[in-house]
């Protein structure tokens, strides 16, 4: 992508970019390769590939435990989110939900307090 598709490609938006980019990879993947002698797409239906984790199971991973402060705020990702002030000094759960963060306390962790970017 990098040296091939990317000099020199104008584009009026990300749409259009995207497009360009399916094009570009539909038409390279039906050329030989010069290291396999195979057309990409042919090797493409032989591999055994594995379907993608479901989300809930990325959510451990998207999840990260940070000390509320003192007047009643947890940073996260360069922001502050306030939290409930009996939170103050106690360890929550903020969960990255890609558009929004969740800050997640109890002693089990099920008091769940959402929270917009």
């Known amino acids: 992508m990098k040296r091939n598709f990317w000099p020199e490609r104008r584009s009026r938006d990300l ?8 094009t570009w990879c539909s038409e390279v993947g039906r050329r030989i390769h010069g290291t396999t002698n195979e057309r990409p797409v042919d090797r493409f239906k032989d591999e055994k590939l594995n379907s993608l984790p479901r989300p809930e199971t990325l959510l451990r991973y998207l999840t990260e435990t940070r000390k509320v402060s003192t007047d009643g705020f947890v940073s996260f990702n360069r922001s502050f989110y306030g939290v409930p002030w009996g939170l103050a000094r106690k360890e929550v759960d903020v969960v990255d939900l890609g558009l929004s963060v969740e800050v997640r306390y109890s002693s089990s962790h099920n008091l769940l307090l959402p929270s917009a970017i």
């Not at 259009?16 to 980019?21: H, I, K, S």
């Open 15 to 22: 749409l259009d970019l995207n497009n360009q980019a399916l």
